[in-house]
């Protein structure tokens, strides 16, 4: 979650997203914890889902309402691109750069389509992760690192990405054992 300590408003932390892309399918996942300092707020949240007709994975980290209106642009985007989730993640960047009240949105994605999958940060970038992997929000280090850990001893993408999860919420307090998943074939 992106946490601006000179904002006024609670501190909200208390999200893990992974996604991990096999030969076969792509497999995203998200804890379930939304936390306010010390307090667990929620345990269940859904931050993954499916976009685009359901073609496309998509999850976040980050404030939620803000979230919602990144998903709500970028399928705006994809309806203009349709299959296109590279163009439509740039185009979304480029607003999101130059719009003044998009700029002061608080969230990432992590979006994945059968060939495809991208983090758009929240500076507005679009990045290609260099490894079948890649994670965000407070658990996102852990998760990444043991599904790196994991990646040439497990081939199937939702059972790598369930082991790494549950590593990451050993080990992260913002992080539950609460997964929501979503599976694309590829």
């Given at each position: 979650m992106i946490n601006d300590k000179s904002s006024p408003g609670p501190n909200w932390h208390?999200?893990?997203?992974?996604?991990?892309?096999?030969?076969?399918?792509?497999?995203?996942?998200?804890?379930?914890q939304v936390s306010m300092g010390q307090t667990v707020m929620k345990g269940n949240a859904r931050k993954v889902r499916r976009i685009g007709g359901g073609n496309i994975l998509g999850g976040f980290a980050g404030a939620t309402?803000?979230?919602f209106t990144l998903f709500e642009r970028l399928e705006q985007k994809l309806e203009r691109f349709p299959g296109q989730l590279q163009r439509a993640a740039v185009?979304?960047?480029?607003?999101?750069?130059t719009e003044r009240h998009l700029q002061k949105?608080?969230?990432?994605?992590?979006?994945?389509?059968?060939?495809?999958?991208?983090?758009?940060?929240?500076?507005?970038?679009?990045l290609e992760p260099e490894y079948p992997v890649v994670a965000v929000g407070s658990g996102g280090n852990y998760a990444l690192s043991a599904?790196?850990?994991l990646i040439d001893y497990e081939k199937d993408a939702e059972t790598l990405a369930r082991k790494a999860?549950?590593?990451a919420a050993d080990i992260c307090v913002y992080t539950n054992a609460h997964f929501t998943v979503e599976v694309l074939d590829v």
């Open positions: 208390g999200t893990t997203i992974l996604a991990v892309r096999t030969d076969k399918h792509v497999a995203m996942l998200s804890d379930g309402a803000d979230a185009e979304l960047a480029k607003e999101w750069r949105l608080e969230a990432m994605l992590i979006v994945a389509d059968k060939d495809t999958t991208l983090v758009i940060t929240g500076a507005g970038d679009v599904a790196r850990a999860m549950e590593i």
